[in-house]
Every structure is written in C-alpha cells, then in structure tokens.
C-alpha cells in the first residue's frame, strides 16, 4: 500500500505563489509516476501536471509557464511550484502516484486565490 500526503496549501492573493509538497510512504518501487489533480467546485477533476521517474513532464498549457512539476526520487517527494496565481486556479489540489497499475490518491490541499 502506498499512502500520499500533501501539504503547502492556503490562502493568497493574485500573483503570488505557493509551494505544494506530497511526501509518498508505504510500498514505494522505482519507476513509478506522480502528478497533481485539481478539482474546482462544480468541475470535474483535471490534470495540473505529470512527472515520470526519468524527470519527463506533461503539464497543463493552463499553468505552462507559471507552474513547475519536479520530483525528488531518494525522497519520495513531488513538488509543484505555482507561481503567478489565479483567481482561476482556486482548487482542491490532490497528488497522484501510479505504480504497478494500481493508482493512489492524496486526501488533496485546498489552494484559494483571492484578493
């Protein structure tokens, strides 16, 4: 079993950034995935980005150029910073593990961006 969780959420103005963590413990193998999900209320859950074991990444071209996926692999750790934030990007942001066909989710972090 492997259980996520994050950390990093809260409360910001337009333009300002955030550092959102999600620390992986459990049964961890290499060669795994990770990602972050968010979900605003009414909308269905949608990629923010993706990390591969080898450091490749997919993110959403919503948060190209304001968002960085990165990875630290002796730490089980998957870090997403957000800068330039949105009022658009307010969400409940969730971390993402897919390991030998089977799929973990975090309990999520609330992000609010708000003046």
């Known amino acids: 079993q492997v259980q996520l969780v994050e950390s990093g959420g809260g409360l910001v103005q337009p333009g300002e950034s955030l550092r959102l963590s999600c620390a992986a413990s459990g049964s961890i193998f290499s060669g795994n995935a990770m990602g972050w999900y968010r979900q605003a209320p009414g909308k269905e859950r949608e990629l923010v980005a993706h990390i591969v074991s080898s450091g490749d990444t997919v993110s959403a071209d919503s948060v190209k150029g304001r968002f960085t996926i990165s990875r630290d692999n002796a730490k089980n750790t998957v870090h997403l910073q957000m800068n330039s934030l949105k009022p658009e990007d307010t969400a409940v942001y969730y971390c993402?593990?897919?390991?030998?066909?089977?799929?973990?989710w975090g309990q999520g972090t609330q992000v609010t961006v708000s003046s």
């Open positions: 993402k593990m897919v390991q030998r066909g089977n799929v973990y």
